[in-house]
């Protein structure tokens, strides 16, 4: 499975939040059970090939039911529960790839948090300046949201901490450095 950290990235790129708590919460049973821990907090994994599949990894009735929340709920309350599917989608993603895939992976997600620039100009999220780029009423708004420089600060020495104890990603996080981010390719 992939670490938290590297779900906290996805969903720092894709919402502007890294809800890492959320993603160390669905994993928490890890250290008991192992990869068996996909038995517990993640039922969308669990029913792939029956609900989705990676053709349709988010059906039209699933982004019903969102809607449905964002509606009664609010806005935070839809995208949390964005950020719970979205985890185990990316889990049964990881199951796909090979070791040095998912090291490649690692350290392609580790230069991007390392990148502010990148993750303004492509992620539309403001590490320095706590803004998200939102589509409100078919207008580009940069919104303040507060909660993101100490998210951001958390997650980047979280990672640090990460890369000092493993050489295997250093070099990788090198390689992904060199070749600006460039998506592996399977040879
Ligand atoms: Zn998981």
């Not at 890890?30 to 990676?54: A, D, E, T």
């Not at 993603?93 to 230069?111: H, I, N, V």
């Not at 250093?170 to 399977?186: A, H, M, P, R, S």
Request: hydrophobic share 35%.
């Amino acid at each position: 499975m992939p670490s938290g950290w590297v779900h906290a990235v996805i969903d720092l790129i894709a919402y502007g939040r890294s809800y890492f708590d959320l993603h160390k919460e669905k994993d928490k049973h890890y250290k008991i059970l192992g990869p068996r821990h996909r038995c517990i907090n993640h039922g969308w994994y669990q029913n792939y090939g029956r609900i989705w599949s990676f053709c349709d990894p988010f059906p039209s009735w699933l982004k019903e039911s969102i809607r449905i929340v964002r509606n009664k709920r609010g806005l935070d309350e839809a995208e949390e529960q964005m950020a719970r599917i979205d985890h185990d989608y990316i889990d049964k993603m990881w199951d796909t790839l090979s070791e040095p895939e998912k090291q490649y992976w690692e350290g392609f997600f580790a230069w991007i948090l390392f990148s502010p620039k990148i993750l303004k100009d492509w992620a539309r999220v403001d590490v320095l300046k706590a803004k998200i780029q939102r589509i409100i009423n078919n207008r580009e708004v940069w919104e303040s949201c507060l909660e993101i420089k100490s998210e951001y600060k958390r997650l980047c020495n979280y990672i640090k901490a990460v890369t000092k104890g493993n050489k295997a990603l250093q070099e990788t996080l090198e390689v992904v450095k060199f070749n600006k981010g460039q998506i592996y390719k399977k040879r």
